[in-house]
């Protein structure tokens, strides 16, 4: 093989031939034998390591995962102990100098590269696989990383594909089973934590001339005047960060809900949180009607905000739909009740049909 720099030039030059729209079928088929050859060399892997630190060509990337990917999936047992070492070393160190810096897709095939490794070596060759992701998430400056990380080892590990027997499939869950009740804690305390801390500046607006009615009949309905209050007071402002820290939690907790015994992992107030992060799916349209009034809106208008909303009913959906039945049920049941019922009175309050069905049709339909 040809020096990592020259070969790494050489790469770069056949990737943006390749993607040239006058580059005919032909020549796309050479380039593609030349790549496929070049991935079955022993020691590929090497190159492609100092590909991914020192290319910003995206297909480069993408190119180096693939090679690595195919390694670890098809050819992971010839590969020597050594080698195996050094990768699982080298990849998580890359991912974590460059994950801020990375493209999002070039850093979640590489976060999902890391996974595959997990799938094959977890615990017994990669023991510190699990331990890892926990630390990212508990770290802030690595959160959103780390998130991404769970929610790629839940689709990986908890439903793999067909190519793994029987028995190692078993032994994944049984091994994800044991960390449930840490991880929801985890994601539990980031999005009662971000809620709390942005809560605090949230001023509580006054009374308006119409919402005694509407109040009476939730605090009656709630049997708790301070727990109707909480349920009233405006959603926080979110900045960017959280938002999107927050979105990464909820479809973490929306897919490990699709697989891990519900019964015994949701707590009333993991519920509470949830339906929390639901309320800004109904904010959406205050906002437009601001806009549309020229004046100047409470919250300012972020693309996460209303999604924040579908993502949490999506999480209250699965619970839903899979006839949960927890420990603490007439807790759980009773607060199911009042929430949903909060924010159904909360999108219909209006009292003009007319703007009932407007702001119906504004909300996004999931």
Same mark, same amino acid.
């Given at each position: 093989m040809a020096s990592e720099e020259a070969s790494l030039r050489a790469l770069e030059s056949l990737m943006t031939e390749f993607f040239h729209n006058c580059t005919t079928n032909e020549r796309k088929r050479e380039i593609e034998e030349l790549l496929n050859n070049f991935a079955q060399q022993i020691g590929a892997w090497?190159?492609? /390591?100092?590909?991914? !630190?020192?290319?910003r060509n995206d297909y480069v990337m993408m190119y180096s995962l693939t090679v690595f990917e195919n390694l670890i999936n098809k050819m992971w047992l010839g590969v020597p102990s050594q080698d195996k070492i050094e990768i699982r070393s080298c990849l998580p160190k890359l991912l974590l100098a460059h994950h801020k810096t990375l493209p999002y897709f070039i850093r979640n095939k590489l976060c999902k590269v890391i996974v595959d490794i997990g799938r094959q070596d977890?615990?017994? =060759?990669?023991?510190?696989? =699990?331990?890892? @992701? /926990?630390?990212? #998430?508990?770290?802030?400056?690595?959160?959103p990383l780390g998130l991404v990380m769970l929610k790629t080892? !839940?689709?990986?590990?908890?439903?793999?594909?067909?190519?793994?027997?029987?028995?190692?499939?078993?032994?994944?869950? *049984?091994?994800?089973? $044991?960390?449930?009740?840490?991880? /929801?804690?985890?994601?539990?305390?980031?999005? $009662?934590? @971000?809620?709390d801390k942005h809560s605090v500046t949230a001023a509580t607006p006054p009374p308006s001339p119409t919402s005694g009615e509407s109040g009476d009949l939730l605090s009656s309905l709630l049997q708790s005047?301070?727990?109707? *209050?909480?349920l009233s007071q405006p959603i926080p402002v979110l900045d960017t960060e959280s938002e999107s820290v927050c979105s990464l939690a909820l479809e973490c907790l929306?897919? /490990?809900?699709?697989? #891990?015994?519900?019964?015994?992992? #949701?707590?009333p107030s993991l519920l509470t949180t949830i339906f929390h992060f639901a309320r800004f799916g109904c904010a959406a349209r205050g906002r437009k009607l601001c806009a549309l009034n020229g004046s100047s809106p409470a919250v300012p208008p972020?693309? $996460?905000?209303g999604r924040l909303?579908?993502?949490?009913?999506?999480? #209250?959906?699965?619970?839903?739909? *899979?006839?949960?039945?927890?420990l603490e049920f007439e807790e759980y049941l009773l607060r199911m009740f009042q929430q949903t019922f909060y924010l159904l009175q909360k999108i219909t309050r209006e009292h003009n049909a007319h703007t009932v069905k407007s702001r119906l049709e504004e909300l996004d339909e999931r």
């Amino acid at each position: 093989m040809a020096s990592e720099e020259a070969s790494l030039r050489a790469l770069e030059s056949l990737m943006t031939e390749f993607f040239h729209n006058c580059t005919t079928n032909e020549r796309k088929r050479e380039i593609e034998e030349l790549l496929n050859n070049f991935a079955q060399q022993i020691g590929a892997w090497r190159f492609c /390591l100092y590909f991914l !630190s020192s290319t910003r060509n995206d297909y480069v990337m993408m190119y180096s995962l693939t090679v690595f990917e195919n390694l670890i999936n098809k050819m992971w047992l010839g590969v020597p102990s050594q080698d195996k070492i050094e990768i699982r070393s080298c990849l998580p160190k890359l991912l974590l100098a460059h994950h801020k810096t990375l493209p999002y897709f070039i850093r979640n095939k590489l976060c999902k590269v890391i996974v595959d490794i997990g799938r094959q070596d977890w615990p017994m =060759f990669y023991h510190d696989f =699990f331990t890892n @992701i /926990l630390q990212l #998430i508990q770290s802030p400056v690595t959160t959103p990383l780390g998130l991404v990380m769970l929610k790629t080892t !839940s689709e990986e590990l908890a439903c793999p594909r067909e190519d793994l027997c029987v028995a190692r499939k078993e032994e994944l869950r *049984k091994l994800l089973l $044991e960390q449930v009740q840490t991880v /929801l804690g985890l994601l539990t305390g980031i999005l $009662e934590t @971000i809620w709390d801390k942005h809560s605090v500046t949230a001023a509580t607006p006054p009374p308006s001339p119409t919402s005694g009615e509407s109040g009476d009949l939730l605090s009656s309905l709630l049997q708790s005047p301070s727990t109707a *209050k909480l349920l009233s007071q405006p959603i926080p402002v979110l900045d960017t960060e959280s938002e999107s820290v927050c979105s990464l939690a909820l479809e973490c907790l929306a897919h /490990l809900f699709s697989w #891990i015994p519900l019964s015994s992992s #949701i707590t009333p107030s993991l519920l509470t949180t949830i339906f929390h992060f639901a309320r800004f799916g109904c904010a959406a349209r205050g906002r437009k009607l601001c806009a549309l009034n020229g004046s100047s809106p409470a919250v300012p208008p972020g693309p $996460e905000r209303g999604r924040l909303g579908v993502l949490a009913m999506a999480c #209250i959906n699965e619970l839903m739909a *899979k006839n949960c039945v927890p420990l603490e049920f007439e807790e759980y049941l009773l607060r199911m009740f009042q929430q949903t019922f909060y924010l159904l009175q909360k999108i219909t309050r209006e009292h003009n049909a007319h703007t009932v069905k407007s702001r119906l049709e504004e909300l996004d339909e999931r």
